[in-house]
């Protein structure tokens, strides 16, 4: 359990000068349509551009090659609006894409590239798992990661 907290620590610890970020803890690695992480992140600079990320930390028993999930966005001067994604989590012989450590695989999706937030104040992004399978198992955690331009 500590060499499992600690590759978790060193994990996200890597925020590449992140303007915010988050990532909460799947259950159980068990993660059913019901559960949607919910992010709030504070704007006080809208004139500036943000690339923002979806990050995914899942075990090499993960089952799929991918992850399809739908971005919630809302906030002052967004709709509330949600896109669909798909992270490609595999190459196609197999080898698990991203950051490693132990039987934990981290892989960060950019969901919006120069993104320019309307106002100042708070936007709420939720991440939903949008898979043909619940509970989806073998998800540690998933998260959202702003990086001011």
Not at 15 to 24: I, L, P, Q, R, T
Not at 67 to 78: A, P, T, V
Not at 94 to 103: E, L, N, V
């Amino acid at each position: 359990m500590k060499r499992y907290l600690a590759i978790l620590g060193l994990l996200a610890s890597c925020s590449d000068g992140a303007f915010y970020e988050k990532n909460v803890a799947i259950a159980d690695r068990s993660w059913e349509y019901r559960d949607i992480p919910t992010f709030e992140v504070k704007v006080e600079d809208n004139k500036a551009k943000y690339d923002i990320y979806i990050n995914v930390r899942h075990t090499n028993q993960y089952d799929f090659s991918n992850l399809f999930l739908l971005l919630h966005q809302q906030g002052k001067g967004i709709k509330d609006t949600a896109y669909r994604h798909e992270i490609s989590l595999a190459e196609l012989d197999g080898r698990w894409k991203g950051k490693t450590a132990g039987s934990l695989v981290e892989v960060q999706h950019l969901a919006l590239t120069d993104f320019v937030f309307p106002d100042t104040g708070s936007y709420i992004f939720r991440i939903e798992q949008n898979m043909r399978k619940t509970p989806l198992t073998e998800i540690n955690d998933v998260g959202l990661k702003v990086i001011k331009k």
